[in-house]
């Protein structure tokens, strides 16, 4: 009976712990996180973002940060690669050489966080042609961004952002980052450019 009891006991500890320790992690992977942008990447998002006007950096690097974390070789289960999660057969259309070294490589993130700001401007000017000829309603930010994470045939499919969790929770969860890293780009700059004394 005590070692029963202990092993009940060792699994309901574990059990405890697990919770605990899931727990911490999706709190910490919430709102509460700083959101900045790594030095090195710095440039390669101020250019990804300039592509078109509806795009910012702060953009740009909130969706590299919930993408891949700003890591340049995460991959995904569904076989998305890269700093900004392609799936290799959107690189083959859209992938870019960022750095201009004469080659488009979907681990570079220079090539990649440009690249995204490219699709991310096609898929603006694409849902803006959706939106005129009234085949999907909307603000485009959301759309484009809803058309990176699900796809673009799904926002036609749905007329709009697509009702999967993931997407849905997306299309919120960018702009909210993005208004943080743009503050966080805000006050860095004018720490930089504050007088020394």
């Known amino acids: 009976m005590t070692k029963r009891f202990a092993v009940v006991s060792f699994t309901v500890l574990v059990g405890v712990l697990t919770l605990i320790i899931i727990g911490s992690s999706l709190v910490s992977a919430g709102d509460n996180d700083v959101h900045s942008v790594p030095a090195e990447y710095e440039t390669a998002v101020l250019k990804a973002g300039s592509v078109c006007h509806e795009i910012t950096p702060a953009l740009i690097a909130a969706q590299v940060e919930a993408e891949s974390g700003w890591n340049p070789h995460a991959r995904s289960p569904a076989g998305a690669q890269g700093i900004s999660q392609f799936m290799p057969t959107t690189w083959a259309t859209y992938g870019k050489d960022g750095d201009g070294d004469g080659e488009a490589d979907i681990f570079n993130p220079t090539d990649a ?9 096609w ?22 961004l809803a058309a990176y994470n699900a796809g673009i045939g799904a926002v036609l499919r749905y007329e709009g952002v697509p009702p999967y969790r993931e997407t849905q929770a997306y299309v919120k969860k960018i702009p909210a980052a993005a208004r943080k890293i743009e503050l966080s780009m805000t006050n860095t700059d004018r720490e930089s450019s504050a007088p020394q004394r």
């Open 113 to 121: 966080i440009y690249s995204q700001g490219v699709l991310m401007c």
């Open 123 to 144: 898929l603006i000017d694409e849902v803006k042609t959706y939106k005129v000829q009234s085949k999907i309603s909307g603000d485009p930010v959301s759309l484009a």
